[in-house]
């Protein structure tokens, strides 16, 4: 099982960074995609989620700035992320999960950093 992030990098406020996250080894369809981050000293906490089917959820302080999205034929989950600010810089993970009410499977990539400079 493998997800890589790529994407990251600097930017100015204001600018945009589109991340990847590619997905391998389990059934990436059947899974939802995060999207997490974590700034120094501070804890990991939830940028976006989709479902399996679709259906998106955002923080509040991301919406209208970033969109969530996955394309299932080519097993990977994207974050758009428009109107970036300072307060965005982050490392960004990629999280995978799948959860019935026997099973709960949790799988997570290594991390790609965002930085916006003001």
């Known amino acids: 099982v493998q997800l890589v992030e790529s994407g990251g990098g600097l930017v100015q406020a204001g600018g945009s960074l589109r991340l990847s996250c590619a997905a391998s080894?389990?059934?990436?369809?059947?899974?939802?995609i995060g999207w997490f981050r974590q700034a120094p000293g501070k804890e990991r906490d939830l940028v976006a989620t989709?479902?399996?089917?679709?259906?998106?959820n955002y923080a509040d302080s991301v919406k209208g700035r970033f969109t969530i999205s996955r394309d299932n034929t080519k097993n990977t989950g994207y974050l758009q992320m428009n109107s970036l600010k300072p307060e965005d810089t982050a490392v960004y993970y990629c999280?995978?999960?799948?959860?019935?009410?026997?099973?709960?499977?949790?799988?997570w990539g290594q991390g790609t950093q965002v930085t916006v400079s003001s």
């Open positions: 999280n995978a999960r799948f959860r019935t009410i026997v099973t709960d499977r949790d799988y």
């Open positions: 080894g389990f059934t990436f369809d059947d899974y939802a």
């Open positions: 989709i479902t399996s089917g679709g259906i998106t």
